[in-house]
């Protein structure tokens, strides 16, 4: 059994009389410490695939399966427990509280957790041991997608999720962070899925799952995954 499963899932939004079918019967497989990339062009429903697998979204048929538990049979408080416990979201807009210090927004995740990761540890594996106690309007853009990693992985989650990491980075910072991602999948075996719209990250994926329509259009397991510096953007 893989450690996240899909199977024929869909999800539709009622937008007054029309009906929109965001995800069309999708399915794939994702094994435990796989960096995962799920790639396609805008409206493609790769949101909305990340959103149901992290349990910020209900899907409306199908089953979805995390590490042997189906998710897609939850109820909203078992959820709401998923999402807190399991599961780590890295946004592209970051989203940290401007009024704490990066440290202080790593802590909030960290408090919250069964099991958290030691807060300065994770701070140094994110390259931020220095900058701990700047508020996010003193760091970078790509320095506060670090935090915003830090966050997510203080938590000890099962599953990294990242919507559009680098989206709003630029090429060599944007790889800064996609690397940070792939060496943190590599040494703490976490299971990691970005989501993207740059067919250049493909290469660095050991799987990669291409939606077009709200459909799976090609599933492709990759048995020799390149490290990002060896990547053209
Ligand atoms: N909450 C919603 N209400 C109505 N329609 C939605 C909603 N969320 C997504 N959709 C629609 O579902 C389809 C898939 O959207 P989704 O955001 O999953 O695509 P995407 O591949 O992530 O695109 P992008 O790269 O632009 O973010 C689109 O047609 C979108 O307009």
């Given at each position: 059994m893989s450690y996240i499963k899909l199977e024929k899932v869909k999800k539709r939004y009622k937008m007054g009389e029309v009906i929109i079918t965001a995800v069309d019967g999708v399915d794939f497989e994702i094994e435990q410490g796989d960096f995962a990339v799920v790639v396609?062009?805008?409206?493609?429903?790769?949101?909305?695939?990340?959103?149901?697998?992290?349990?910020?979204d209900s899907l409306d048929e199908g089953i979805i399966t995390v590490d042997g538990r189906d998710i897609s049979g939850y109820s909203s408080k078992m959820l709401t427990e998923y999402r807190r416990y399991d599961i780590g979201f890295v946004f592209q807009f970051y989203n940290l509280v401007q009024n704490l210090t990066a440290k202080e927004n790593v802590e909030?995740?960290?408090?919250?957790?069964?099991?958290?990761?030691?807060?300065?540890?994770?701070?140094?594996?994110?390259?931020?041991?220095?900058?701990?106690?700047?508020f996010p309007s003193q760091l970078s853009g790509g320095e506060q997608q670090r935090v915003a990693i830090a966050r997510a992985l203080a938590k000890n989650p099962?599953?990294?999720?990242?919507?559009?990491?680098?989206?709003?980075?630029?090429?060599?910072?944007?790889?800064?962070?996609?690397?940070?991602?792939?060496?943190?999948?590599?040494?703490?075996?976490?299971?990691?899925?970005?989501i993207t719209h740059n067919s250049a990250l493909t290469g660095m994926a050991d799987k990669i799952i291409r939606m077009r329509n709200g459909k799976v259009a090609e599933f492709i397991v990759n048995e020799n995954p390149v490290s990002v510096e060896r990547i053209e953007w």
């Open positions: 396609g062009p805008s409206g493609a429903g790769k949101t909305t695939v990340l959103n149901i697998l992290g349990g910020m909030l995740a960290s408090q919250i957790s069964k099991d958290p990761l030691e807060v300065e540890k994770v701070m140094e594996m994110v390259g931020l041991k220095d900058r701990m106690n700047n099962k599953l990294l999720l990242c919507d559009e990491p680098t989206g709003a980075l630029d090429d060599q910072t944007g790889k800064s962070i996609l690397k940070l991602l792939q060496d943190t999948c590599r040494s703490t075996g976490m299971t990691v899925v970005v």
